[in-house]
Nanobody
Framework: QLVESGGGLVQPGGSLRLSCAAS????????MGWFRQTPGKEREFVAGIGRSGGPLYYADSVKGRFTISRDNAKKTEYLQMNSLKPEDAAVYYC????????????????WGQGTQVTVSS
């Protein structure tokens, strides 16, 4: 099970940190990622991280602003989002997969329920 938290309302230029807590799985064996989706659009890959904390992958739209990380001891992954823009507003999903290649191909084996991020003044 994957449970996201940390979403909410933030002004443009602000920051949020999303968390995803995993249970019932051997967290350290999974590549982890974040995806997002807005109404009427397909879910898109945002960031991915390998089992031991690397390698890291980011969508071009978030490079330099978002940072993905994980703490295998806490079975938790994070997404630090800085310099948020209105176009970053979406439901953000945590995901687990056997490898980062699957994540970058917009595929995952397990999904969280999503957390809403709203960027508005």
């Amino acid at each position: 099970q994957l449970v996201e938290s940390g979403g909410g309302l933030v002004q443009p230029g602000g920051s949020l940190r999303l968390s995803c807590a995993a249970s019932g799985r051997t967290f350290s064996r999974d590549a982890m990622g974040w995806f997002r989706q807005t109404p009427g659009k397909e879910r898109e890959f945002v960031a991915g991280i390998g089992r031991s904390g690397g390698p890291l992958y980011y969508a071009d739209s978030v490079k330099g602003r978002f940072t993905i990380s994980r703490d295998n001891a806490k079975k938790t992954e994070y997404l630090q989002m800085n310099s948020l823009k209105p176009e970053d507003a979406a439901v953000y999903y945590c995901a687990a997969a056997s490898n980062t290649l699957r994540l970058r191909g917009n595929t995952a084996d397990y999904w969280g329920q999503g957390t809403q991020v709203t960027v508005s003044s």
